[in-house]
């Protein structure tokens, strides 16, 4: 990857891989420690409940903070073995993707696809202290492995509804945003979704039945000026609504290697990985349409990276439509 394919200036971000590799583990090798943990319940993978992954109270409550979340087990800490000084690289020029990336490991393999992105690349920056069980003098830091899966299905849904707006899809827009009578000046995005194999499907809400997906529902009001039937400005609005409340952990600071200029740096890899998504949203990272892989365009219309992915997706354009082989 050619950095000169991102704009990246002005973001400045160094993260670290420990060498030795990641295992999970449970509270039979290890316990947690961390602020007022006996408080908050245990919350296993088991009962995972992916219908409050964005509620903007839910939001607001965890963003910066560690919760039950966080300290329910099994969790990601560090192979024991030779001490060997972590790896550093740089995320927004070395892997200006890597957001996307994140989202399409397979929740249905989640140990192994975790364990095997978390060696490339670290973890993702919610860390707890682990005390070892037996080994009492031995502290590691491990991070949760239902955090993982709730920030995978977060970013996955959203980049999924981010495609939708980028092709400008308004009849499928349609299908999730409302303008509930006779409020004028209220507009509801009411969805649900599911995962197979890394790709997530956005689907139109239809009543309570829960059985194929998972519900959301967000009130915008009107103080945006968005109009009634204005679909892709309401949908936009949503989405910005929605990474706006995971860029909180960006801070300004001042890069002595840039001669003190300024530059916004991530606290951890998913604020890291939320930026991303952000560079993608703005333009300053173009994707294409077909195998989402960076590229620079020749023309400001350009949308695919090369003739072979327009073709295919055409094809498979084709195809979806009822086209022949």
């Known amino acids: 990857m050619e950095t000169e394919l991102i704009e990246t200036k002005g973001y400045e971000f160094?993260?670290?891989?420990?060498?030795?590799?990641?295992?999970l583990a449970d509270k039979s090798l290890y316990e947690c420690r961390g602020r007022?943990?006996?408080s908050l319940p245990d919350a296993p993978l088991t009962e995972y409940d992916p219908n409050n992954l964005f509620l903007l109270r839910r939001l607001l409550l965890r963003h910066g903070n560690l919760d039950a979340t966080d300290f329910s087990s099994p969790w990601l800490v560090p192979k024991q073995g030779e001490y060997q000084p972590p790896k550093e690289y740089r995320p927004l020029h070395d892997e200006?993707?890597?957001?996307?990336?994140?989202?399409?490991?397979?929740?249905?393999?989640?140990?192994?696809e975790v364990l095997n992105f978390a060696a490339r690349f670290g973890l993702l920056g919610r860390n707890l202290v682990m005390l070892h069980s037996v080994n009492t003098v031995l502290s590691v830091y491990g991070e949760s492995l239902?955090?993982?899966?709730t920030e995978i299905d977060k970013m996955g849904v959203l980049l999924a509804l981010w495609d939708w707006i980028e092709r400008e899809e308004a009849g499928k827009l349609g299908q999730l945003v409302t303008w509930p009578e006779p409020l004028e000046h209220l507009m509801v995005v009411r969805f649900k979704w599911k995962s197979d194999r890394g790709r997530y499907q956005i689907l139109q809400w239809k009543g309570e039945n829960m059985e194929d997906g998972y519900g959301h529902v967000w009130i915008g009001?009107?103080?945006t000026g968005i109009e009634r039937g204005e679909i892709l400005r309401a949908a936009r609005h949503f989405l910005c609504d929605m990474l706006n409340h995971h860029l909180h952990g960006i801070a300004p600071a001042l890069i002595p290697e840039l001669?003190?200029?300024?530059?916004?740096?991530?606290?951890?890899?998913?604020?890291a990985l939320w930026l991303m998504f952000m560079l993608e949203v703005n333009g300053k990272v173009r994707t294409c349409w077909y195998c989402r892989s960076p590229f620079e365009p020749a023309r400001k219309d350009n949308v695919y990276c090369s003739n072979?992915?327009?073709?295919?997706?055409?094809?498979?354009?084709?195809q979806r439509k009822g086209g022949t082989k």
Request: charged share 25%.
């Open 308 to 318: 072979k992915c327009k073709r295919m997706a055409y094809y498979y354009a084709k």
């Open 36 to 38: 007022a943990q006996e």
């Open 14 to 23: 160094t993260w670290r891989v420990f060498p030795n590799g990641y295992e």
């Open 96 to 112: 200006p993707v890597l957001h996307r990336k994140f989202a399409s490991l397979k929740t249905e393999n989640l140990n192994s």
């Open 259 to 271: 001669g003190y200029q300024e530059a916004f740096v991530p606290g951890k890899l998913i604020d």
């Open 221 to 223: 009001f009107g103080n």
């Open 146 to 149: 239902l955090r993982w899966r």
